[in-house]
C-alpha cells in the first residue's frame, strides 16, 4: 500500500492566491515532513510537524496534521511565480527511512 | 548556510558498467542516506548509514549495491553492474540525528542514465 498521497496530483493558480495541498497516510507516524522539488532538482526541506502537533507556520506557509484523519496539509499563502514546484510529503515512523507521497506539482502564474 | 553536496551532476553509463556515485554530507551530521527516484515516480528509500554500517536498507537495496564513508567526510554508494532500470536521480542525504524527529537534508542529486 502507498503511505503518502497527495492531491491534488496537479494545482494551477494565479500569483497572490493561495494554494492547499493535501497528503493522506495510511500508518502511524513521529513526524510528517513537506519538501519542495524544483523540476529536476534537489528536494529542499520546507517543514516538519511531530505526531503530537496540530499547526505549524513558517513564514508564508502552514501546515496542519490530524492524526485521527492521517492527513495534512499544506498551505502556501500569497503564492508567487518562483513557488512553482513539486511539493513532497514525506513521513517517518521508527526507522530511519523517510517513505515520500506522490507529490502535487504547483504552477504559479504571474 | 551548510549543504549536502554531491557529483557529479550527470553521468552516463553503459548497462553493465560500474559507477560510484559520491556526496559529502553536512559536517557535523551522523546519520547518512541514499534514495532515487526514477523519472516521473516517487522519491524511494535505498539505505541509511550510521557509525560506519547499514542501519537500514530497502528491498531496492540488493548486492549490486553498497554504500562505504572512505574517509571523514565523503560518503559513496557504489553500483556494480549497472541496469537500465538503474537510470534515477540518486539523492544523498543526512542527518544529525535518527530521521525520528529530525529533518534529514538533500543534496542536489545526481542524474544517472544507462544506456
Known sequence: SQQG?????????QEGENATMNCSYKTSINNLQWYRQNS????????????????????RLRVTLDTSKKSSSLLITASRAADTASYFCATEYNTDKLIFGTGTRLQVFP | EPEVTQTPSHQVTQMGQEVILRC????????????????????????SFYNNEISEKSEIFDDQFSVERPDGSNFTLKIRSTKLEDSAMYFCASSPDRAIQETQYFGPGTRLLVL
Open chain 1, 5 to 13: 498521497e497527495e492531491d491534488p496530483q496537479a494545482l494551477s493558480i
Open chain 1, 40 to 59: 529536476g532538482r534537489g528536494l529542499v526541506h520546507l517543514i516538519l510537524i511531530r505526531s503530537n502537533e496540530r499547526e505549524k507556520h513558517s513564514g
Open chain 2, 24 to 47: 559529502v554530507p553536512i559536517s557535523n551530521h551522523l546519520y547518512f542516506y541514499w534514495y532515487r527516484q526514477i523519472l516521473g515516480q516517487k522519491v524511494e528509500f535505498l539505505v
